[in-house]
């Protein structure tokens, strides 16, 4: 198995930031992102993120099937970094009605990273510090984020906690 890199922290944390300097070293990179511009903020958003990491990438867009998307790697490729899992989640919850639905992409996810073409690097939001959501969707997006996050992180070879800018290093 090619190495499994998660990266996790909270909103604003460096988690892509420090993904992308990970990434850095490989000499040919793609970038996997999961967003949806649902709207004008997410399409800024986006774009940000499109500037941050610049020309060094080769960008794949693929907000519900990352699975697939991963397993048709082009040979010779370095690196996948997958930006985020927490974004895919949301997504999962918006186009599949049952947790069962959810739960079949989510294990077709951890099968294609044990069987990943080049390593990948996983980013994704800790959701699991804060208070317990007040609204019935709120609690189920932060239980299918938990259970994606500690999936990705016990097949992961690393695991890191950004706070405040500063990884911290799990395994």
Same mark, same amino acid.
């Given at each position: 198995? /090619? *190495?499994?890199? %998660?990266?996790?922290?909270?909103?604003?944390?460096? *988690?892509?930031? %420090?993904?992308?300097?990970?990434?850095?070293? %490989?000499?040919?990179?793609?970038?996997?992102? !999961?967003?949806?511009?649902?709207?004008?903020?997410?399409?800024?958003? &986006?774009?940000?993120?499109?500037?941050?990491?610049?020309?060094?990438?080769?960008?794949?867009?693929?907000?519900? %099937?990352?699975?697939?998307?991963?397993?048709?790697?082009?040979? @010779? !490729? @370095?690196?996948?970094? $997958?930006?985020?899992? !927490?974004?895919?989640?949301?997504?999962?919850?918006?186009?599949?009605? !049952?947790?069962?639905?959810?739960? $079949?992409?989510?294990?077709?996810?951890?099968?294609?990273? *044990?069987?990943?073409?080049?390593?990948? &690097?996983?980013?994704?939001?800790?959701?699991?510090? @804060? &208070?317990?959501?007040?609204?019935?969707?709120?609690?189920?997006?932060?239980?299918?984020?938990?259970? &994606? /996050?500690?999936?990705?992180?016990?097949?992961?070879?690393?695991?890191?906690?950004?706070?405040?800018?500063?990884?911290?290093?799990? *395994?």
């Amino acid at each position: 198995m /090619n *190495k499994v890199i %998660y990266v996790t922290g909270g909103a604003r944390s460096g *988690k892509s930031s %420090y993904a992308l300097r990970l990434a850095g070293v %490989y000499a040919d990179r793609i970038f996997l992102a !999961t967003a949806e511009p649902f709207d004008g903020e997410m399409q800024r958003r &986006i774009g940000r993120h499109r500037e941050e990491r610049g020309d060094g990438f080769r960008t794949v867009e693929e907000p519900l %099937y990352v699975e697939r998307a991963l397993t048709s790697i082009p040979q @010779g !490729t @370095g690196v996948v970094l $997958l930006d985020c899992l !927490t974004v895919w989640a949301g997504n999962l919850m918006h186009h599949f009605e !049952t947790d069962e639905a959810i739960s $079949l992409r989510v294990e077709a996810l951890m099968e294609a990273l *044990k069987e990943s073409p080049c390593d990948v &690097i996983l980013v994704s939001n800790e959701v699991g510090m @804060g &208070i317990v959501p007040e609204n019935a969707m709120a609690r189920r997006f932060r239980d299918i984020a938990g259970t &994606i /996050n500690q999936r990705a992180a016990s097949i992961a070879s690393e695991a890191w906690l950004l706070c405040s800018g500063i990884p911290l290093r799990l *395994k």
